[in-house]
Each structure stands twice: as structure tokens, then as C-alpha cells.
């Protein structure tokens, strides 16, 4: 079998949680692969996406593993036979994988939170605000570079999936770019805040007790809670968080910012504020 010469980060996630199951059964990669009747190798690459695997196998290897949670293993079939094609696919050899890991990642997850200290978050940003974003990057991007991926930002931003946003003021009042792009950026924030799907809270400069600026984060459920990812930041590209405590932390982290921040309609009305200062 052809082994994938970048697997896609969806891919190894389920490589993944395979090994934790094996791991979790006392098994070595050898005796794991004696149960298929293949070799140790065959089962490092599955474990490593390198290699798909098939939902006869993955059922074999789950009940062999004593993996009970039918729930969880029907979405791990649903992760090995998924062989769609994402709108993400045109861009692949155009832009870092880690955008369209992260694309592929909002595609599939059931819903989204989100917590913004610094930038308004990529799925709410204005054509113009994006671009001033990528135009501060170091290194610089040349300009087709930059506007191929404000092209892509904008294209995540078809997703209808659940929303759940929280945004420090100072994310809104940062002017990445002039007045005008500010101005439209709110605007933008006030009119997406009424969709049904998005849920959009502030958490003001005059908040006493919030201590978690450093909280910069993206959740994204998956379709049970052990496939859960949070994605964070880093100056190499996006980081995807999957174990279960590291998880809960963020939960439990998301949690006490939400309880913190402005209800919807509060938050509005500081947004409202904010357009007439500009």
C-alpha cells in the first residue's frame, strides 16, 4: 500500500486513538498486528496515519482491544471510510497544511467555541481585516500569497456549524488597520452576532476578576466528546490539543470565561458603543 506522504491531521487523529486503544488494552504493535494477520510495520502506519484502515479491520481491532463505547467506534469508521473531497482540497500545495487541517477540522466538528484576547476571530473577520492581519506576518508574504489566504479565510467563513465566540475589547479596539476597517469590522461583528448559529459575548475592559488573557483559544467538538480537538496558536502554525486532560482543562478554562463575559445582548450594545467612537 502506497503510504501518504503527508497525512492530513484528521488522519493521524485517528491513527491516534487507535494506539490509545491499544495502549489502553496492554497491547504491543506486534500482537496487534498477529490479530490482523499482518505485520508490526502495517500497524505502526495506521497508527501514524500514514495508512488508512479499512471498517472491517478497525471493528476487529476495537473488539480486540475491548473497546465497548459503540458510539465512539462508529465515529472512528466514520473518520477510516470518510473519502470526500473538501472544498479545502484545491488549496492543498498552495498553502501551509496546517490551514487546511484547520478547515477540514470546522467541517467536521458538530460545534465551535472560541476565545480571542488580541484579533478578531478568522471566521467573523472582514475581507479588509484579514488582509491587514496577514500583512503585518513575518516573514512578509508577497502579495499573491497574502490574498490567497484572505481567499481561503473568507471561504471558511461559509461554515453554519454552531458558534459559540467570546472577544476580549481589546481585540476590538486594536485597529489592525485604519479607522474605516475598524468601523467595518464592527459592523460586521453586529450583523453576524443576529445569526442563529452564532453566539457572540464580550468580555469588557472593566471586568474585574478576569485573569485569563493568556486563554486564546479554538474548541471544536467532534461528533463524540473523546474526539474533541483545541486548537491553539504557534508560531510554526496552528497546534491541535487531543488528550482527554488536557481537554477538560479547556473546557473547565472556556466555562469561567463564559461565565465572566457579557450576556449577547449586553455585548452588543458595547459594540455599538465602540462604532460610535470611530
Keep these: 500500500m502506497v503510504l501518504r506522504p ?3 491531521a484528521r488522519q493521524v487523529r485517528l491513527g491516534t486513538e487507535l494506539r490509545r486503544l491499544r495502549e489502553a488494552a496492554g497491547l ?26 479499512s471498517e472491517k479491520r478497525l471493528r476487529r481491532l476495537a473488539s480486540h482491544y475491548a473497546c465497548t463505547d459503540a458510539e465512539f467506534v462508529d465515529a472512528l469508521v466514520a473518520m477510516a471510510v470518510d473519502r470526500a473531497r473538501g472544498w479545502w482540497e484545491e488549496y492543498r500545495g498552495l ?15 458538530s460545534y465551535l467555541r472560541e476565545v480571542s484576547i488580541l ?8 475581507e479588509d481585516y484579514a488582509r491587514a492581519v496577514f500583512s503585518s506576518r513575518v516573514p512578509e508574504l508577497t502579495p499573491e500569497e497574502r490574498e490567497l489566504r484572505v481567499r481561503f479565510r473568507m471561504e471558511r467563513q461559509r461554515l453554519t456549524t454552531p458558534y459559540e465566540v467570546i472577544i476580549h475589547e481589546a481585540a476590538l479596539r486594536i485597529r489592525v488597520s485604519d479607522r474605516a476597517t475598524s468601523r467595518a469590522q464592527l ?28 486563554s486564546t483559544m479554538t474548541y471544536a467538538g467532534g461528533p463524540v466528546p473523546k474526539l474533541d480537538t483545541v486548537v491553539r496558536d504557534a508560531p510554526h502554525g496552528s497546534v491541535f490539543i487531543d488528550s ?20 449577547p445582548e449586553q455585548s452588543r450594545d458595547v459594540i455599538h458603543g465602540l462604532t460610535k467612537e470611530l
Design 244 to 263: 482527554e486532560a488536557q481537554l477538560n482543562a479547556y473546557r473547565v478554562r472556556f466555562r469561567k470565561v463564559k461565565e465572566l463575559a457579557l450576556d
Design 6 to 8: 503527508e497525512p492530513t
Design 95 to 109: 498553502l501551509p497544511t496546517s490551514f487546511l487541517d484547520l478547515a477540514e477540522l470546522d467541517h467536521h466538528s
Design 28 to 53: 504491543t504493535a506486534r500482537e496487534a498486528a498477529a490479530l490482523l494477520g499482518t505485520g508490526r510495520v502495517q500497524i505502526s502506519h495506521i497508527e501514524s496515519g500514514l495508512t488508512g484502515v
Design 119 to 126: 484579533f478578531v476571530p478568522g471566521l467573523l473577520q472582514t
Design 187 to 214: 459592523d460586521r461583528l453586529l450583523e453576524l452576532s443576529a445569526s442563529d448559529h452564532i453566539t457572540l459575548r464580550v468580555v469588557p475592559f472593566d471586568l474585574d476578576g478576569f485573569s485569563r488573557a493568556s
